[in-house]
Antibody
Framework: QVTLKESGPALVKPTETLTLTCTVSEFSLSNARMGVTWIRQPPGKALEWLAHIFSNDDKSYRTSLKSRLTISMDTSKSQVVLTMTNMDPVDTATYFC??????????????WGRGTLVTVSS | SYELTQPPSVSVSPGQTASITCSGDKLGDKYACWYQQKPGQSPVLVIYQDSKRPSGIPERFSGSNSGDTATLTISGTQSMDEADYYCQAWDSSTAVFGGGTHLTVL
């Protein structure tokens, strides 16, 4: 059974850098047909795509957050890491990672982690 | 930037057909996906590439996409289908989600 699990701090202070890790199992990050994405959801609000990465290091970022986001992959550890700099209270959200499947412009998120709630507060 | 618009809420009686729309400029030229999210849970993919159902998704879920509108249809709606539904499409290499629709079954 494919699983993804998010890990990281539950609380960060404003201006700090957030580092989140997504650990996957039962599929290989080396598979060129699969990628991993990060999506967040502020409390009571809609889903918001952040970034994705494929094994060939092809990456894409949300335009409005591009300057603050970095996504990377460690295939040996089956992990994808997302960093977000200069955290602000508006970044308080549940952060999900999900597997990306399909083909260009027709990708879909078929398996999701349970999500991790990150609160930004001093 | 590309935007997808969904009605905030839709109501349906049990056993009836629910239709949830998602509007975007020339959305029919893109592929649409739909995700179901119940309170406190992660989203679940229910439709991908406009009309395909993942394994394990009931046949009562179907999708279509043409012109500027994608539609998720739930036939014979059940109380367990009460949830938030999000449409999603790609604008170049960036994913865009709609604002979500809360489906009430009453």
């Amino acid at each position: 059974q494919v699983t993804l699990k998010e890990s990281g701090p539950a609380l960060v202070k404003p201006t700090e850098t957030l580092t989140l890790t997504c650990t996957v199992s039962e599929f290989s990050l080396s598979n060129a047909r699969m990628g991993v994405t990060w999506i967040r959801q502020p409390p009571g609000k809609a889903l918001e795509w952040l970034a994705h990465i494929f094994s060939n290091d092809d990456k894409s970022y949300r335009t409005s957050l591009k300057s603050r986001l970095t996504i990377s992959m460690d295939t040996s550890k089956s992990q994808v890491v997302l960093t977000m700099t200069n955290m602000d209270p508006v970044d308080t959200a549940t952060y999900f990672c999900a597997r990306l499947m399909g083909m260009a412009a027709a990708w879909y998120f078929d398996f999701w982690g349970r999500g991790t709630l990150v609160t930004v507060s001093s | 930037s590309y935007e997808l618009t969904q009605p905030p809420s839709v109501s349906v009686s049990p056993g009836q057909t629910a239709s949830i729309t998602c509007s975007g400029d020339k959305l029919g030229d893109k592929y649409a996906c739909w995700y179901q999210q119940k309170p406190g849970q992660s989203p679940v993919l229910v439709i991908y590439q406009d009309s395909k159902r993942p394994s394990g998704i009931p046949e009562r879920f179907s999708g279509s996409n043409s012109g500027d509108t994608a539609t998720l249809t739930i036939s014979g709606t059940q109380s367990m289908d009460e949830a938030d539904y999000y449409c999603q499409a790609w604008d170049s290499s960036t994913a865009v989600f709609g604002g979500g629709t809360h489906l009430t079954v009453l």
